[in-house]
């Protein structure tokens, strides 16, 4: 007796777990084995934007994250083109703390970035020794206007800063989280006290 009534009960169980799994769909396996597994995306929209460096090799600003950056358009022949010498002063004095300089070199303005990639990396490293990170030449403004900077000049993507490039060294902070926070015109030179106060201010900041 006891043992029809286990039979019973075994099938019963039977029953009802397939009906309760006869209406799901398979699910597909990921490469790594974990349904729906897929590359995370990165925390700021920032951090997504595809660079390429001086050197042509491929980069994104994502290859940052953590740091505080200084994002300068740069050229070679322009009235504050001697900033090259106070941002690697700047870089050299943070860069342990957390900062990094980032240069874009841009031939919008007076025409004065007419260099190829490899000119304008022999002129930053032999008249002003920089080692900070700078990428390849590309377009600030304009209809040919490189994604990062139709992001950080658009009041859609980028309210509080946003407005065209106006010359030369204009320059965007970007907090340690991907968050840009100051915008400083050509004239602000790289140890200005206001500059360098935000620059603090943002290193003492863990990102979070």
């Known amino acids: ?29 990921s490469p790594e084995g974990v349904a729906g597994t897929e590359p995370a995306a990165p925390s700021k929209p920032l951090y997504a934007f595809g660079l390429e ?5 491929t980069a994104t600003l994502g290859d940052f994250q953590g740091k505080a950056l200084l994002l300068v358009n740069v ?13 690697q002063a700047l870089y050299e ?6 900062l990094a300089v980032l240069a874009f070199p841009a031939n919008n303005f007076g025409a004065q970035e ?19 990170p700078v990428f390849a030449k590309i377009s600030v403004k304009g ?12 009041p859609a993507s980028n309210p509080r800063f946003a407005g065209d490039i106006t010359w030369n060294f204009n320059k965007f902070l970007v907090s ?10 050509s ?13 603090e201010n943002a290193l003492a900041r863990s990102p979070q």
């Open 187 to 199: 004239a602000v030179e790289p140890f200005d006290s206001g500059l360098i106060a935000d620059i």
């Open 53 to 57: 460096d001086i050197d042509g090799r």
């Open 114 to 132: 007419p260099g190829t990639n490899e000119q304008i990396k022999q002129f930053c490293s032999a008249t002003y020794g920089v080692t900070f």
């Open 93 to 98: 004095k943070y860069r342990d703390q957390g």
């Open 75 to 87: 050229a070679s022949k322009c009235g504050y083109t001697k900033q090259y010498a106070g941002l």
């Open 1 to 29: 007796m006891k043992t029809k009534i286990s039979y019973a009960i075994t099938a019963a169980w039977l029953l009802l777990a397939l009906s309760f799994g006869c209406d799901e769909e398979p699910v597909a396996s």
């Open 143 to 154: 209809d040919d206007i490189h994604p990062l900077y139709r992001f950080l000049t658009d």
């Open 176 to 185: 340690r989280d991907g968050d840009v926070i100051g915008r400083y015109d």
